[in-house]
C-alpha cells in the first residue's frame, strides 16, 4: 500500500504547472514543448468539437501566455491559480510555443463559420503577452498577426479584435527584428480599401502607428502616409455618396457637439472657424482628427528624417499640398497653426 501511495503521488512531487484537475506538464522544458505541440495537435484534430473544446483551450494558452509575462499582478493571480503561489515563472520558450500554438488553433477556428467568434476571442489573450522577455516571443506575435492579417484581414469585423491587433502592431515598431513583419502588416491594412479596419475613428491612431514606421523603417513606409491620405479621400467622399451626408462616427459625434458649442458662444474659435453651422463644426472635427494629424506627421518626417529619405517625405508633402482633394480651408488652418 505504502509503494501503491507513493506512485500515486510521485505525479505531484515532480509538478511544475498545473492546470487544475485536467493536467499538467511535466518538469523537463524538452517534454513541456512536446506536450504543447500534442496539445496543439490534439485540438486541430478536433476542430469539429471547438464548441465543447473552447473553454480548456483558452484557460490553458491564457494561463501560459499570462503567466509568462505582463504586471506582476496578473503573472501572480495566474500562477496562485495553478498552484504555484506567486513564486513560478513559465520559461520564455513555452511562452513563444504557447503564441504559436494559439495562432495556428485560432486561425483554424477562424477557417470555420461556427467557431468564428471562438478565434476572435482568443486572440484577445495575445496582448497579453510580455514580449520583452525575448526577442523570440516578439517575432513569433509579430509574424503570427502578419499572417493573421494576410488571411483574415477582410473577415474581421469586430472592433475589439481589430484594436487587439493594432496594439501589437504598434508595439512591433520597437525592435528592428519585428519592424519588417509589423510593416508588412500595416500595409496590408492600409491597401486593402475592403479591409473594414481603416475609418474616420480609427484614422487618427492609424497615422501615429504609421508615422512610427516611418521613422523606423524609412523608405518601405513613408509612402504610407500617402496611402493614408488617399484611403482618407475616399472615406470622406463616401460620406456624401449620392448626394447624401452619412453621420460621423459615434466617438466623433460627440466632438461635433462641443465644437459646434464653443462656435456658438464665440465668433470665431481657435482654429480660425467662424461659421456656427452644424456642416461647419463636422469639417473642423474631421480636420483635428484626421488631416491635421495626418499633414504634421508628413512634415516632422521631413525634417526628423536624413537625406535622401526627408526628400522623399517632403516628395509626399508636396503631392498632398499640391492636391485638389485637399479641403479648401485646409491652407488658412495651416497658417494659422
Known sequence: SSSSSSSSS?????????????????????SQLLFIHFFTQIMLHNSHRFEPLYPFIRQFLADLIVGGGGDKKRRKTANERNGHGGSYEVPAAIVES??????????????????????????????????KRSILIAEQLAYGVLFLVHEYRREIEDASTWQCIVEL????????ATAFAGAKTLTLVLTDPQCPFLSLATFHQTTSIAFRYALAVRDKCINLLHVLFRRLVALLKKRTKRGCVVALPKEMQKQVTAAAAAAAASSTDDEGFSSVSGLAAEDLVVWKSCWKPLLNAICSLCWRLKA????????????????????????SYANHE
Request: charged share 20%.
Open 169 to 176: 502592431v504598434g508595439r512591433g515598431v520597437k525592435h528592428p
Open 308 to 331: 535622401p529619405h526627408s526628400s522623399q517625405a517632403l516628395n509626399v508633402l508636396q503631392q498632398l499640398l499640391l492636391s485638389p482633394d485637399l479641403p479648401g480651408g485646409a491652407t
Open 98 to 131: 504557447a503564441v504559436v500554438s494559439l495562432v495556428v488553433i485560432a486561425s483554424r477556428m477562424l477557417d470555420k463559420p461556427e467557431s468564428f467568434q471562438f478565434g476572435l476571442e482568443l486572440l484577445e489573450i495575445l496582448p497579453k503577452t510580455d514580449e
Open 10 to 30: 510521485s505525479p505531484e512531487k515532480g509538478r511544475r504547472w498545473s492546470w487544475g484537475s485536467h493536467g499538467w506538464l511535466p518538469q523537463s522544458l524538452r
